[in-house]
């Protein structure tokens, strides 16, 4: 049995406290939203989780320190915005030898870091202890345990395997991948992919239009990746293709969902606000285009997308751009 902290108790953080309880580990679950540990802790509920019931086992902490203390495993479970100040203020407790995990989906825009990076940075220890947790895993399926595949990506194989072995169980199955920064990268860009999958939508067009979204978004995030010296066959595994199907095409996505509504003219502000949780997509469009900037990669679909969250173009104009542009070969 281990001990595990999850910091962040949105959807996500509270699927795994879930999950990893129910496979036998002691978890704390530390939140900073007092609401959200009051329902957690008298309703044993989350209240974006509908019918699914917590553990009574779990413990709920408004304490890093407490969450983290005696753990060999701590979950970074945060909004991607939110990674640096919870890992800074997080710095005194992990113990030495504690596993760090990442299951947010981002790059930072200051930095072009990737998650497991900004929060190497800002506590201040090796890569080698970090790992990244992501592929398509809705936290809504998760709760409720249906079949479900995900990929732990480290440098350090041991540390990597240690968290395939601890988060897999009968429904969810953990693969390892050495390639943490393609894993990651495709974590963060997918959700702008599903951005423009929902812009379609909104528009009125239809499931054609969508797919071949989908095909070329992979192609142009794949193609940074190469840039950026990842591993391509990481793009077309459960980490690039099938996090981006899901996002893509699932009712539980915020990023499509969030599309949806600005292809059918709401401004960014206003379908963030509709969606009522965050959409990471809209927060990983500022690294994204100075990464292809940075890298001299071309990638039209995401530059399509950022010019209908600024407004310099209205959606059915930026789709129709993309299906009239000229290309020499598929790839």
């Known amino acids: 049995m281990a001990t595990i902290g999850i ?50 086992g779990i413990r709920y902490t408004a304490s890093m320190e407490e969450a983290c203390r005696g753990a060999s495993l701590v979950v970074f479970a945060t909004p991607s915005v939110y990674i640096r100040s919870v890992a800074a203020a997080a710095k005194p407790y992990p113990e030495p030898d504690a596993v760090l995990i990442s299951v947010a989906k981002g790059i930072e825009p200051e930095t072009f870091l990737t998650m497991t990076e900004v929060i190497a940075e ?28 995900i990929v732990s990506a480290g440098t350090n194989p041991q540390a990597a395997e240690l968290v395939q072995r601890t988060f897999s169980n009968d429904y969810l199955r953990t693969y390892t991948n050495a390639d943490v920064r393609g894993v990651e990268l495709c974590g963060a860009l997918k959700n702008i992919i ?15 239009a969508k797919a071949a979204i989908i095909t070329r978004g992979m192609v142009e995030i794949a193609r940074l990746g190469a840039a950026l010296g990842c591993d391509r066959a990481t793009f077309y595994g459960l980490a690039g293709v099938g996090d981006l199907i ?53 990638m039209p679909i995401t530059a399509a997308v950022d010019e209908v969250v600024r407004g310099v173009v209205d959606p059915r104009t930026a789709v129709n751009r993309l299906m009239n542009r000229t290309y020499k070969t598929e790839v």
């Open 246 to 298: 899901v996002t893509a095409t699932s009712r539980h996505s915020r990023n499509n969902r969030a599309g949806y509504l600005l292809g059918a003219g709401y401004t960014a502000e206003q379908a963030v606000r509709e969606v009522g949780m965050v959409v990471e997509g809209l927060n990983a469009l500022p690294a994204a285009i100075g990464l292809s900037k940075r890298c001299g990669v071309e």
């Open 194 to 208: 599903a951005l423009a999958a929902g812009i379609s939508d909104g528009i009125g067009y239809g499931d054609n």
């Open 122 to 149: 800002a506590i201040g220890c090796s890569e080698d202890r970090l790992v990244a947790l992501s592929g398509p895993t809705h936290a809504e399926e998760v709760s409720i345990g249906l079949p479900t595949a």
């Open 7 to 56: 910091l962040g108790a949105g959807t996500w953080g509270s699927a795994l406290a879930k999950l990893l309880y129910t496979n036998g580990h002691a978890v704390s679950l530390w939140s900073a939203i007092p609401a959200e540990l009051q329902i957690l802790e008298t309703e044993h509920r989350h209240p974006k989780l509908p019918g699914v019931k917590m553990p009574d």
